[in-house]
């Protein structure tokens, strides 16, 4: 299995749900990520886990809340999100976060649309 | 700072080559990468350069050049598929991955 498959693959929520999106992994990646990109613009790193430790947090706002339950599993938990928040949400998984050759495999996406 | 550019976007002809160049300025460098990513789809993985010189895959080649900060992607024979956003990204001295903003390829018949 060479894929990281993310669930949904669209959200539409309001500005006072609460939701979750989803990523599994069987590749035996340590390594898990969240990003969220705009369009027309790249990928951008919000949380790091490496071996289900949250390794790196990039500042993001605390309506994002990331979990990692297993080494396969990677949860982002969203609540009173803005408008602004609306993006493509990419999970990421890679051998480890800690060498030059780390290469993303990449999720679908979830395309996030808050009201 | 960090940083790096490419060309925000290309035309180029079914069958030709193209080549997109990047421009990087990191605390330290780990490596340079090339993603593809086709229109709403997620990036996919397509070369990684961490020593001066060319990397051939198939139609795809990646070259770098450390003391001058620069690498290309080389695109030969070039189908309508091609036609996608590529990603050059540098891995800094902590190993975390510095994105340019991305190359649009459009490929005209």
């Known amino acids: 299995d060479t894929e990281v498959t993310q669930t949904p693959k669209h959200l539409v929520m309001g500005m006072t749900n609460k939701k979750s999106l989803k990523c599994e992994q069987h590749?035996?990646?340590?390594?898990m990520y969240w990003y969220k990109q705009k369009a027309k613009k790249p990928p951008e790193l919000m949380f790091v886990y490496s071996y289900e430790k949250l390794s790196i947090n990039e500042s993001v706002p605390s309506r994002f809340s990331p979990e990692c339950p297993n080494s396969s599993l990677l949860n982002l938990h969203l609540h009173a999100l803005q408008p602004e928040d609306s993006a493509l949400y990419l999970c990421a998984s890679s051998q480890d976060s800690g060498s030059g050759a780390n290469v993303l495999t990449f999720g679908a996406g979830s395309r996030l649309t808050v009201l | 700072g960090q940083n790096i550019d490419q060309p925000t976007e290309m035309t180029a002809t079914e069958g030709a080559i193209v080549q997109i160049n990047c421009t990087y300025q990191t605390s330290g460098f780990n490596g340079l990468f090339w993603y593809q990513q086709h229109a709403g789809e997620a990036p996919t993985f397509l070369s990684y350069?961490?020593l001066d010189g060319l990397e051939e895959k198939g139609r795809f080649s990646s070259f770098l050049s450390r003391s001058k900060g620069y690498s290309y992607l080389l695109l030969k024979e070039l189908q309508m598929k091609d036609s996608a956003s590529y990603l050059c990204a540098a891995t800094d001295s902590n190993y975390q991955l510095i994105w340019g903003a991305g190359t649009k390829l459009i490929i005209k018949p």
């Open positions: 590749m035996g990646h340590r390594a």
């Open positions: 350069n961490v």
